[in-house]
Each structure stands twice: as structure tokens, then as C-alpha cells.
């Protein structure tokens, strides 16, 4: 992460922003053809400095928006393109 302070485990606004970024773009449209509604879902999509971070998210209309950020040291990241 950019601005990354691994101690308190933080997002800063530009990490949220550019994994908000690349949901919307990337992941969005793929989770809308998989019929998703809600659920949680690795950041690894953003970068590998993001492997930790997850975010839950929920459908909005056509769209998707990102519900919370998550820490999780065991987390892992899940293909998209089945």
C-alpha cells in the first residue's frame, strides 16, 4: 500500500480510491455476469500489497458498491474469470 502503516492495519483515502477504481472497472462487470448480489471478496485484484484487504460489497441497481474494507492476514484471492 502506498501509505501503508502495517501496525494499525490502515487504508489511507488513495488505497481506497484505487482499489475502489479497479472494482468498479475490472471486477464489477464480472461479478454482475457470475448474478452476484453481495459478499465479501479479496483485493488481491488491486495489487499484491493488498492480499490482506478485503472488501464487502453489494449490488446496487446494475452496479455494485464496496460496503467496507477488512483486514484478514489469512485471506486469499479467488479467480473471476470462470
Not at 492495519?9 to 468498479?24: A, G, K, M, V
Request: glycine content about 8%; overall charge negative; hydrophobic content about 35%.
Amino acid at each position: 500500500m502506498r501509505n501503508q502503516n502495517y501496525t494499525t492495519h490502515e487504508l489511507d483515502d488513495e488505497d481506497r480510491f484505487h482499489i475502489t477504481e479497479i472494482f468498479l472497472r475490472e471486477i464489477s462487470p464480472k461479478l454482475g455476469r457470475l448474478g452476484a448480489r453481495m459478499g465479501t471478496l479479496n483485493c488481491e485484484f488491486a495489487g499484491k500489497q493488498y492480499k490482506n484487504w478485503n472488501i464487502q460489497f453489494k449490488s446496487a441497481g446494475s452496479d455494485f458498491n464496496i460496503v467496507d474494507f477488512i483486514y484478514d492476514e489469512d485471506s486469499a484471492g479467488i479467480d473471476l474469470d470462470l
